[in-house]
């Protein structure tokens, strides 16, 4: 090979548990690059079968067809180098758990033949550190190096190694080896000690909001410490583990050997980037680009493309939106109605007694602006039906009966089920589609939302949004997606209310017992916090007086409780709820489409022990009420 190495960066839609699909759109990849007279084509990791996929791993059969793609991928590699990430595997051996040894690898084909790395046992490279917080979960079903080194009595650093093409040097690396941080070993330090021309991380990396500005300072990093080029390719789509829906921005890029970056396809959108790489990687990109921050705008985005791919896997085209009048239906309609048009959206508004003309009204104005269906159902008839069967009804044990009563908070929950396992669930059968979830994230942390009512639907598309950011981005769908106030004003202004109750009545001012901008700080200091906040952080910063800014809130406790006895009873209220009947509630959701860190499911893995507070909370109360318990 000649002193320049002409790669193509291959960023394209992995679709999860689908081998030979994806492997028919990699070949006609390889085809174009030939055409283009590239030397190398590089794809992400796992492309062939996908990355998220539960226990499917413990199938032979898949495992099977994984292996058989991947010679498809080999035997085209006659006069071109194909990097690609698939399932590799030792049928001779087993994983921990007893099944057939699995390994997370990146092959390299050239020449009809795999390479693997120099003096390594195996024809492809090992993913060495396997990432096991937030949804990740990949001990379970992979061997890493780590392992295998131990297997075999031999040093990490032995089996991490170039693989050789020619007379190039290639450090290829998975995903979590660029990120080693926090790790006893360094694939990418020892590679480049090793004298590697330059080095390739395949990812399957979700997005997460603000985690390409990390990336691009670690790995800007890295290549300057290193003083070699990483070429990093992501792929896009959308993979979930049942609970959680992840989208996969790409984002693909190549770092030189002075960190500088050469950006590829525009994030969430399929691609190629060519670069030529020379022997001497360092500087050949000019001038730094700097990281650049997400926002409300990058927000929208995946949550346009997820949902976008989600209602396309779950084979719907229809939507019915329960419209409340209140932002975060009007949010939801919006964004669906970025997705389908019109006349496959279907508005419905469901009123009883205790909603307002307003709320009904600012429905009817969301319906019209977006152009969708729109219909209003009355669940008062109903409710009284389910309130005179029940109410007062005689239960009879032998030798006793008793008398059941509907409170006022049970009647409640059953105009808020009334609207949708009756109302929203028919209507979406007769209209041939499916019914959305409208909960957002600071609603579904402490439970705030009726189980089998507004917690139904196919998928919470934000409900990995606090309230505030639902506002926010209420307010750039208007601003920067619409151009114009599809949103009524009123979404905005309306006091945020259930209406289920004259207590909750928005024409008084009156509604959800949430306030939002503290809560929602409040509450994310206790899920996204990499070290996860406890009531006795909280306890401790509000002595301090130094509350606020450990939350990230900017306003003044003492304007929302007068008394630290308040404080404490608001405090224990939604930690109560949150630890408790929250859990069951978040367990029996809807997927989560997650945008944020730590969205609920199974990148928040939660376990139903009831609330629980610690000997130093307990002890920190006693100091600031004198008294003691919970």
Not at 86 to 110: I, P, Q, S
Request: proline share 5%; charged share 25%; hydrophobic share 40%.
């Amino acid at each position: 090979m000649s002193q320049v190495l002409r790669i193509r960066v291959v960023q394209f839609e992995v679709l999860p548990g689908r081998p030979r699909e994806n492997v028919d759109r990699m070949l006609e990849s390889v085809a174009r690059a030939r055409e283009a007279v590239r030397d190398a084509v590089v794809f992400p990791e796992m492309a062939v079968p996908g990355y998220l996929l539960g226990d499917e791993w413990e199938r032979p059969a898949f495992l099977r067809e994984c292996e058989a793609c991947g010679e498809l991928l080999r035997e085209a590699s006659r006069d071109i180098v194909i990097l690609f990430g698939n399932v590799g595997l030792d049928w001779h051996k087993h994983n921990e758990d007893g099944r057939v040894r699995k390994y997370n690898a990146c092959f390299v084909a050239a020449g009809g033949r795999f390479l693997g790395p120099e003096g390594g046992p195996y024809p492809f490279v090992i993913k060495t550190l396997m990432p096991n917080y937030r949804e990740f979960d990949d001990s379970r079903h992979f061997f890493d190096t780590r392992k295998l080194a131990r297997e075999l009595g031999c040093t990490v650093e032995s089996l991490i190694a170039p693989v050789r093409i020619g007379d190039w040097r290639v450090g290829a690396m998975l995903c979590e080896d660029g990120w080693d941080t926090d790790y006893g070993v360094s694939p990418l330090r020892i590679l480049a000690a090793k004298g590697v021309d330059f080095l390739v991380n395949a990812s399957a990396s979700p997005f997460t909001f603000d985690k390409n500005h990390k990336r691009h300072r670690v790995f800007t990093a890295a290549a300057a410490a290193v003083k070699r080029p990483v070429v990093y390719v992501n792929k896009t789509g959308i993979q979930n583990n049942g609970k959680t829906v992840f989208t996969f921005d790409g984002s693909s890029c190549v770092y030189d050997g002075s960190g500088n970056v050469l950006e590829g396809p525009a994030a969430f959108e399929e691609g190629t980037l060519d670069v030529d790489l020379p022997r001497a990687g360092t500087g050949f990109f000019g001038g730094p680009v700097p990281p650049v921050r997400d926002n409300i705008a990058t927000l929208a985005k995946a949550l346009l493309y997820g949902t976008e791919r989600f209602l396309r896997q779950c084979g719907a085209d229809r939507v019915v939106v329960g419209a409340s009048g209140g932002i975060d239906s009007a949010v939801v309609a919006s964004l669906y109605r970025q997705i389908l048009p019109p006349d496959q959206i279907l508005l419905v508004n469901m009123p009883s007694r205790f909603n307002s003309g307003t709320t009904i009204g600012l429905a009817r104005a969301l319906a019209a602006n977006l152009g969708c269906g729109y219909v209003e159902v009355p669940i008062e008839e109903s409710v009284r039906l389910t309130q005179r069967q029940l109410d007062g009804v005689e239960i009879a044990w032998p030798g006793k009966k008793r008398r059941l009563g509907l409170t006022d908070t049970v009647m409640e929950n059953v105009q808020a089920r009334d609207r949708v396992a009756r109302v929203l669930s028919a209507m979406a059968a007769a209209f041939g589609g499916v019914f959305t979830c409208n909960a957002n994230k600071s609603e579904l942390t402490v439970g705030y939302t009726t189980l089998y009512g507004d917690l139904g639907g196919y998928l919470a598309n934000i409900a990995d949004l606090w309230k505030g950011e639902v506002y926010a981005l209420g307010r750039h769908l208007n601003t920067h997606v619409y151009d114009e106030a599809v949103l009524p004003e009123g979404v905005f202004t309306v006091t945020p209310s259930a209406e289920l109750s004259a207590a909750q009545a928005v024409d008084e001012g009156k509604g959800d017992p949430l306030v939002y901008p503290y809560h929602d700080c409040l509450f994310r200091s206790w899920v996204e916090s990499w070290n996860r906040v406890t009531p006795e952080e909280i306890l401790e910063w509000y002595q301090s007086g130094v509350l606020e800014p450990r939350i990230g809130w900017d306003g003044r406790i003492g304007e929302l409780f007068a008394t630290p006895a308040e404080f404490i009873a608001d405090l224990e209220r939604w930690w109560n709820l949150y630890q408790g009947l929250g859990v069951a509630k978040r367990i029996q959701a809807p997927p989560v489409l997650a945008v944020k860190r730590r969205a609920f499911g199974f990148d928040h893995r939660e376990s139903q022990m009831g609330a629980r507070y610690t000997e130093r909370y307990q002890a920190l109360k006693r100091g600031q009420t004198g008294a003691g318990g919970s």
